[in-house]
Each structure stands twice: as C-alpha cells, then as structure tokens.
C-alpha cells in the first residue's frame, strides 16, 4: 500500500470497526433493554464521527501533498523550457546555466532528468567535457532501469553511448 494511502486506509478500518462494535452494542440494547448497554452504544456513536475526521484529514493531507508535487513539476518545467528557448536563441552558456539550476532545484522531477541529459549534450558542444560526462554519467544512473524511453535505442542505452563518445572526444585532444 503506498505510503499516502496508509492514514486513510487506517481510518476507513478504525470506522468499521467502530460501527461493527456500535451495530452490536445496539443489537444487545435492543434486545436486553439496559441502561448500562444504552450508555455504551452512546459512547461508542462519537467515535463514529472521529474516524470520519481523521479519514477527511488523511485525504486532504495526501491532496495536499499532491498539489504540492504538481507545482514542483510546473515550476521545473517553466524553468526548463525556457532553458530550451534560449538554447533555440543560441545563447548556449545561458541555457546550460539555466538547466544546472533545473538539476539543482528539481533533481527528482521528470524535467531534472531531461535537464540532466540537455545539459551533457550542451555541455559537450561547449567543449566542457568534463562536466558533459559527469552529467551523462548522472543520466546513466537516473535511466539504467527505463528500457523503452527511446525506440529502438533506449535513453539508458543512448545515455551510455553517448558517454563514451564524450569520453573519446575528450580524450582526442
């Protein structure tokens, strides 16, 4: 069960569980009639509503944390199409300084991966090597496990090519 879902997935039990228990105090008050069993069946009818509480809590919380996520990915992806546009603009060194920030700021975000990539292709055609390799080595450890990203070379595949070529390159000269 994923993590976000455990709180509500607690509070959807602990409400069964309180109405099982509140159904059946009510069944033995009906059938004995006893104030004692009236006074449990009244005690256990609160719980009913603070399991309702805590689910709405827990649901909101995980929206929240989702809504979160979202805007992290909007930001990443602003602040990445823009190094793009400057990189159409050829203004090169802006825009790899543009996707170190996008590295940076968003590392665990789809755009911080292509921004990884982006940026050790850019940084090899600025003859940096050693900071294209360094970022195709990051793009190789971000994408060993994708197989399909590209057809018919994967991005893992692709990356690890491409890596060796930035080291063949760098060794040329």
Known sequence: MPQRKRVEMIALLGLLVQIVFLG???????????????????????????????????????????????MEESRASALFH??????????????????????????????????????AKWSNELDRYGDAEKAFSKVVDLYADVEDLWQPMSLGEFAAWARGAVALSAGDE
């Open 24 to 70: 059946i105090s009510y069944a033995l008050f009906t059938k004995s009639a006893s104030p004692a069993v009236a006074a449990q069946t009244w005690f256990l009818l609160p719980g009913v509503a603070v399991w309702l509480m805590v689910l709405l809590h827990g649901r909101q919380r995980r929206l929240a944390q989702a809504e979160r996520e979202e």
């Open 82 to 119: 823009k190094g793009l546009e400057l990189y159409r603009k050829n203004s090169a060194p802006e825009a790899v300084q543009v996707l170190h920030d996008v590295m940076e700021k968003y590392p665990d975000t789809y755009y911080g991966a292509q921004a990884h990539f982006r940026f």
